[in-house]
Nanobody, 119 residues
């Protein structure tokens, strides 16, 4: 059974930094694209950043130049470095991974980690 476990959320002042981590556990799976999404209170979940198995990346316009997504395939992990945080970045952040574990590719989600940015 595949599981995604996130860590690294917390409370930070505006202008500060946080690094989120997400590790995938399980057996006999292939990782494809991975990404981070977020959901603020009263809003829909939105894509923050995505990275393919070939390390191509894309970002939401609101985080470009401030956030960096990376992955370590040897550790089956994806990371989100968040710099110059703003109060509007406050949300629950979810890790997502497109995983082939037979017979099809499915999207798996982490449990979410709270990021709160204070003014």
């Amino acid at each position: 059974q595949v599981q995604l476990v996130e860590s690294g959320g917390g409370l930070v002042q505006a202008g500060g930094s946080l690094r989120l981590s997400c590790a995938v556990s399980g057996t006999s799976f292939t990782l494809n694209a991975m990404g981070w999404y977020r959901q603020a209170p009263g809003k829909q979940r939105e894509l923050v950043a995505r990275i393919t198995s070939g390390f191509s990346t894309n970002y939401a316009d609101s985080v470009k130049g401030r956030f960096t997504i990376s992955r370590d395939n040897a550790k089956s992990s994806v990371y989100l470095q968040m710099n110059s945080l703003k109060t509007e970045d406050t949300a629950v952040y979810y890790c997502a991974a497109d995983i082939f574990a037979g017979p099809t590719t499915q999207r798996y989600w982490g449990q979410g980690t709270q990021v709160t940015v204070s003014s």
